[in-house]
């Protein structure tokens, strides 16, 4: 009886340590269950848009899951095949061995994540600005909603095969491959017809059915998903209802998927007998692809797992999911799989059913594996409409509802704001340069791609920074005293900076200061070699006057960039460190009208005991 007891609490202690409470595993199961239900339409329509085969999409979504959920940094999130780097690989699928370079560009893919996640290239994510994250959800949640309208498509007409519609096909066909792109307004400009009358009616009806429920029941209750119950509505719908009181019928997911095989290495696969050896001119070949594959993929991973971090008040490890999400992909392409990345839609799924542990996520996958062996003939019966309801769900979720609100402020003039609000609402407003990144993100997501608007938006709003803080640096004066001036300087001196900085000593004041002036850079920081020079040219204003200018008070990372900089500055800095810091002294070389004195090194040996304890944190969750 001990024995046995014994045995008990062990396996439940390793079952604790996986990141499952026991209490919460029912919770996990059914968030897992549904994801996987999501999964499907999702991973199909990716590799339809693609131009893969259906079972190359579902078996990319269930390894990229399966992977990153052990090996990942974001417990709960969940990754898969995704419409962000279905369009970037269209041109490549048309191409001869289109499919083999896809694999083979998947692979290096992965291979780039992991070397920069050995690089820590992750944590760079806490560089991107807020403004820019509304921009990519609100961008991203357009994109979504917009994507779902190519399931009112009429699945019989897939490919071209549609009487009239053949031609228009065949037309896109001829297109040049590399001009083929994947955008949010692809169900519009696509040629294949959209379902009509009854059968359109009753899509209609089913999604706004499976809508309501995904968005109403978590009001009600949160025991039972709500994302599962909307579908189990649209299944009874549609079986009990459409089909045999009205027979009539509407899409269902065996109309897009019909047939599902098991994944193998495609060297093996008689699909790709001919597939072209991995050779120096393939990689070179590939690699364009692949990086942009990459970035593509961990930038929206990273975002989306600040997203996820910010929803359940945890924190991840970008580091890890950049080395869990590369491993994921290599296999992926070995696999004969598409690659993949993390999907804010089922990840918001997840999170708001109530999942918060690894295991819904490598349950999602394990089951998605299980539809693809056993199960599948199952699914291929739900209603592609009661889907699109669930992700119609997730698009209002994720599009941030509030910045609406705050770029409508910040556009009205001040006088329109008090005129026509209250006092507390005119105040809540943002920048305008704020609320004009935000819009520019959004839209050019819509137009190009998630990394594109990122980094236009990470340009505007770096250039808005330096532009406002370019005057930013100040410099007060302190009551002469014993023939001595000194300075207070506040603020960063930077490339932006430089101008306003020397403005402040105009020839006049540089001719009316004591032989002795003196620069105190207790709050100041010297950023860069622009910074370097504008310092040397203020030597240089003063030694032509016979005086001295000295730094004092620099921070160490001052006195790194000064050090460095110094043989390159024309001999306008001499520099006399404290021995510990372990930098090169040069008062031999340089003249002395610049000088830097001593200052005692600090110690961050408590900064960095609570920066790695942080670090050990977030590597156990």
């Not at 970035?295 to 910010?310: H, P, Q, R």
Request: proline content about 5%; aromatic content about 8%; glycine content about 8%.
């Amino acid at each position: 009886m001990s024995e046995s007891s014994d045995d008990m609490a062990n396996w439940k202690g390793k079952w604790s340590s996986w990141c499952i409470p026991m209490k919460d595993f029912r919770l996990e199961f059914l968030c897992g269950l549904t994801v996987a239900l999501a999964l499907v339409p999702e991973a199909v329509a990716f590799a339809l848009a693609a131009g893969l085969p259906p079972d190359v999409g579902l078996n990319s979504a269930w390894i990229i899951s399966v992977i990153t959920a052990l090996f990942g940094g974001r417990p709960a999130m969940i990754c898969g095949a995704t419409g962000s780097l279905a369009v970037l690989v269209p041109g490549t699928v048309q191409m001869p061995h289109g499919k083999v370079l896809l694999f083979y560009a998947v692979i290096v893919m992965g291979i780039i994540e992991i070397l920069l996640g050995l690089l820590s290239v992750g944590t760079l994510v806490k560089l991107i600005p807020v403004p820019v994250m509304i921009g990519f959800c609100n961008g991203l949640a357009l994109v979504i909603g917009l994507a779902q309208i190519s399931n009112f498509k009429d699945p019989a007409c897939f490919g071209g095969k549609c009487g009239e519609h053949a031609a228009d096909a065949s037309a896109a066909s001829a297109t040049s491959a590399a001009a083929r792109r994947l955008d949010a307004f692809h169900a519009f400009t696509d040629p294949t017809p959209f379902i009509h009358g009854e059968e359109a009616i009753f899509a209609a009806i089913i999604t706004v059915l499976s809508f309501c429920v995904s968005l109403w029941l978590p009001k009600l209750s949160t025991r039972v998903p709500s994302a599962l119950v909307a579908i189990i509505v649209g299944i009874i719908f549609e079986w009990a209802i459409v089909r045999p009181a009205f027979g009539s019928q509407t899409p269902i997911v065996q109309d897009i998927a019909p047939n599902c095989e098991l994944p193998r290495l495609f060297w093996f696969n008689d699909l790709y007998a001919d597939a072209p050896p991995f050779t120096w001119k393939l990689f070179v070949q590939v690699l364009p692809l692949s990086v942009t594959m990459a970035a593509v993929g961990l930038l929206e991973s990273l975002m989306t797992l600040n997203l996820v971090d910010e929803i359940t008040k945890t924190k991840g490890n970008p580091t890890r999911e950049c080395l869990g999400q590369g491993l994921a992909n290599v296999l992926c392409g070995v696999l004969g799989g598409m690659g993949g990345c993390a999907m804010i839609g089922q990840s918001m799924i997840n999170i708001g059913s109530g999942a918060r542990t690894r295991a819904s996520s490598f349950i999602a996958g394990l089951f998605l594996l299980i539809i693809v062996l056993v199960a599948y003939d199952g699914i291929k019966k739900i209603p592609v409409s009661a889907l699109v309801g669930v992700m119609f769900n997730v698009c209002f979720h994720t599009f941030e509802w509030s910045s609406l609100k705050l770029m409508i402020l910040a556009a009205c003039p001040l006088r329109v704001r008090r005129k026509f609000l209250s006092s507390k609402t005119a105040a809540q407003q943002i920048r305008r340069m704020d609320a004009l990144v935000i819009l520019v993100v959004t839209l050019v997501t819509l137009f190009t791609d998630l990394a594109t608007a990122v980094a236009v938006g990470m340009v505007v709003s770096l250039f808005t920074f330096a532009l406002e803080t370019s005057n930013a640096v100040q410099v007060v004066p302190r009551e002469p005293t014993d023939g001595v001036q000194v300075y207070d300087v506040h603020g960063t001196l930077f490339f932006g900076s430089t101008t306003h900085f020397l403005d402040l000593f105009p020839e006049q004041v540089v001719a009316k200061d004591p032989d002795d002036v003196r620069l105190v850079f207790e709050t100041g920081h010297v950023a860069d070699y622009s910074a370097v020079q504008a310092l040397n040219k203020l030597g240089e204003r003063y030694g032509a006057q016979g005086k001295r200018l000295t730094l004092q008070e620099l921070m160490p990372k001052t006195h790194r960039v000064l050090s460095r900089c110094a043989r390159l500055g024309g001999g306008e800095i001499t520099l006399s460190l404290d021995e510990q810091m372990n930098l090169p002294n040069m008062d031999s070389e340089l003249p002395n009208h610049l000088h830097i004195e001593r200052v005692p090194s600090v110690d961050f040996s408590y900064v960095r005991e609570r920066s790695r304890e942080t670090h050990d944190d977030s590597d156990s969750a």
